[in-house]
């Protein structure tokens, strides 16, 4: 399998965007999986976080270095080390002596109406250095771009291929080293091993939760074969009597749980089974629009959910992003002007749904 090792940074604001990252390289290593290429999909979370003789920062820079592809991601902030690790990909870029000089430096900003100094002062140094950089509004349009250079790459043949296979070697190691004796010596035991069913445990663990909010239910598919198996899961599930001509198999496996991202994967029939689940971003907004008894947008009514305030625009209209540690399955809000009675409801928040608001005189 060809290992291609690429680094992701990005400053702290964007960590759900590099978690949305790692489940797209995921699916893309699973799309490759028959070409034999491996992307190694590596951020500072990846490195120990104890104290060292050395700076660990150093650590990550000298990954970096040796790296064949780096990734930086940049919104409003520029990050505390990101543009050091910037510096580094690209003096090892520069200093890079072979026919394909690495490591390949890609760099996207998430657009911004009010893009900070800090923000703009750093395009102006990109600039200067004769290095083309990328826009992206959403995550399905930085999937595309980054799935587009990737796809790019690997057509190049030069930073991605395919691992050669001497295919000839291979044969004859396998007769001479491992076929004989196996077939001499454990033939009766691989019969009887291939005759036994299996069971696989998928368990479940939730980084970054929220506190007072863990997560409680999901459902996990099995799909092997024509066989497809569904499974209520809370913490863990076993999936029994798996057949044995699937032992060593790739299975497909999809996690599902309302406010969880979906995990769409493929795994080897194993004992046990670890899926990392992450929430998206479902709870995070209410917005809606508040009127009057005669369907009359009403301005400058004030919104207010737990600590977190918004004033209704000229249109009535109004929105709230709730910071991750903030969400719940039901956020109480209130609304109020001088002159109308207070409104207040519980409710659950939605990118879809419009909260609709009428205040009485």
């Not at 390949?104 to 657009?111: A, D």
């Not at 043949?157 to 296979?165: C, M, T, Y």
Request: hydrophobic share 35%; net charge neutral; charged share 30%.
């Amino acid at each position: 399998m060809k290992k291609i090792r690429i680094f992701l940074a990005s400053s702290a604001e964007l960590d759900q965007d590099k978690l949305q990252v790692e489940l797209f390289i995921s699916r893309k290593n699973k799309d490759w999986h028959d070409k034999r290429i491996f992307l190694e999909l590596t951020t500072w979370k990846d490195f120990i976080s104890s104290m060292t003789v050395d700076r660990t920062q150093n650590e990550y820079n000298r990954y970096i270095r040796t790296s064949e592809i780096a990734i930086f991601l940049f919104h409003t902030k520029l990050g505390r080390y990101t543009k050091e690790e910037f510096d580094h990909a690209h003096q090892a870029y520069l200093a890079c002596r072979g026919k394909i000089k690495k490591p390949r430096i890609y760099t996207y900003f998430k657009t911004d109406p009010d893009e900070t100094i800090e923000i703009k002062e750093f395009r102006k140094y990109i600039d200067s250095l004769d290095h083309f950089y990328d826009t992206y509004e959403n995550m399905d349009e930085l999937f595309v771009k980054i799935n587009r250079q990737l796809d790019k790459l690997e057509n190049e043949g030069l930073v991605i291929k395919p691992e050669s296979i001497d295919l000839s070697k291979i044969i004859k190691y396998a007769v001479y080293y491992f076929l004989l004796p196996l077939l001499v010596l454990g033939g009766a035991i691989m019969t009887y091993y291939y005759f036994q069913p299996a069971n696989m445990t998928v368990k479940v663990s939730e980084s970054n939760s929220v506190p007072g909010f863990p997560f409680r239910q999901g459902k996990v598919t099995l799909t092997y074969g024509d066989k497809t198996e569904n499974l209520e899961i809370k913490d863990e599930v076993i999936f029994k009597q798996i057949p044995s001509k699937y032992k060593h198999k790739l299975l497909k496996l999809i996690f599902e749980a309302n406010g969880f991202v979906r995990i769409d994967t493929m795994v080897s029939t194993s004992d046990l089974v670890e899926l990392n689940i992450h929430r998206d971003n479902s709870l995070a907004v209410i917005f809606g629009v508040v009127r009057d008894e005669n369907n009359i947008p009403l301005k400058d009514v004030v919104i207010n959910v737990k600590d977190m305030i918004a004033k209704t625009d000229g249109n009535g209209k109004f929105r709230i992003d709730i910071p991750f540690w903030k969400q719940a399955e039901e956020q109480r809000l209130t609304a109020w002007k001088t002159g109308y009675q207070t409104w207040d409801f519980t409710g659950t928040p939605s990118e879809t749904q419009e909260w609709k608001i009428i205040l009485k005189k």
